[in-house]
């Protein structure tokens, strides 16, 4: 049992270096591609011209490029897809549903429609209000999907739920684009939910990455409870969990996570479905491994998914919720109809 304890852990260390070191690589490919190529010298240059360690004489406008807007983007799409990812696997560990995420239960539809109230009502402005405000449509979508589940809950009421909030939120949203929008602000707004990376910059970063940080050292600590949740609230409440206070929190944390990742980037789907299934089949269902397992790799995908949306239909640019959801919806389809023989 030892031997084979150490051989999975031996696996999950192996398998997170060479994910990090992949990640590496995406995140310099991101920083190179574009419309202007930049050589990766040029880009190693920067970063040490930056970081005070060299005086390099580089071109300025690429260094410009580098610093001020492609590596903040391939650095907010890293912190997206791993917030997003773990998301997903607590949703779907705290609810028992292979289809839970964000997105699917209708949080994310309810954080856009927080955001663009305030975006275009005039409630708030800077990130802060704009994350509030996703914050709030994220908590009231959630509490929704609660009161349509609540009884006898399973996986099919709980999607069908969440597929009447995403119908229920996306519609207020639409609803306040067409009344409260000019064209050009229309335009945008709609762009944006589709999910863009497009102006995102270090401001971004910071914010995202110490909510998402923070989110994730909460969750690494409420590991056990959520190995613990995946076998049943009975079987949790045995086993000592304190089973609402913990749900409670996590569920806090994830809507927290959605909306700040919302009131920056817009509504990115199926990066919290398809993530964690992908990583339980590396590593297994054991949340200490599994949870730093889907952070990276959902950095990972969401890193190879801005550079696919830049460079599909160059010169423009695609939303990145478009690429995201040709890989998702592929294997959505797969998991229903899994579901649907094991039944």
């Not at 410009?64 to 391939?74: E, K, P, V």
């Not at 969440?162 to 709609?190: C, D, K, P």
């Not at 994730?216 to 076998?231: E, G, M, N, Q, S």
């Amino acid at each position: 049992m030892r031997r084979s304890r150490a051989a999975v852990w031996g696996i999950g260390l192996g398998g997170a270096a060479l994910t990090a070191a992949c990640l590496l690589l995406a995140i310099a490919a991101g920083v190179s591609i574009g419309e202007m190529p930049i050589p990766m010298e040029t880009i190693f240059g920067t970063l040490t011209n930056r970081l005070g360690l060299t005086t390099l004489r580089l071109p300025r406008i690429q260094e410009a490029i580098i610093w001020d807007y492609r590596l903040s983007r391939s650095l907010v799409a890293a912190v997206c897809g791993a917030g997003l990812a773990l998301c997903g696997a607590i949703l779907q560990a705290l609810l028992r549903n292979p289809l839970a995420e964000p997105y699917v239960l209708g949080i994310s539809a309810g954080a856009s429609t927080g955001a663009v109230g305030i975006m275009l009502l005039g409630l708030g402005s800077g990130a802060v209000s704009l994350s509030a405000g996703a914050f709030a449509g994220a908590l009231v979508a959630f509490a929704f999907v609660v009161f349509l589940s609540s009884g006898r809950q399973t996986a099919d009421r709980t999607i069908l739920a969440g597929v009447a909030a995403s119908q229920l939120f996306n519609a207020l949203t639409s609803y306040i684009v067409s009344t409260s929008a000019n064209a050009e602000q229309a335009r945008n707004v709609m762009f944006w939910l589709l999910g863009s990376f497009a102006g995102v910059r270090w401001p971004d970063l910071a914010l995202s990455a110490s909510v998402v940080t923070a989110c994730f050292l909460v969750c690494i600590w409420h590991a056990r409870a959520l190995d613990a949740f995946t076998f049943g609230e009975d079987a949790a409440r045995s086993l000592g969990i304190a089973v609402q206070r913990i749900r409670i929190v996590l569920l806090v944390i994830t809507a927290l996570m959605t909306a700040t990742l919302v009131s920056m980037v817009g509504t990115i789907g199926f990066v919290g479905l398809v993530i964690p299934h992908a990583a339980r089949f590396v590593v297994g269902h054991g949340h200490i491994r599994l949870l730093p397992t889907c952070a990276l790799v959902g950095a990972l995908f969401m890193v190879l998914a801005d550079i696919v949306s830049r460079v599909a239909v160059a010169p423009q640019s695609l939303p990145v919720g478009v690429v995201t959801a040709l890989v998702g919806v592929p294997f959505f389809s797969i998991i229903l109809y899994r579901a649907r023989r094991s039944t």
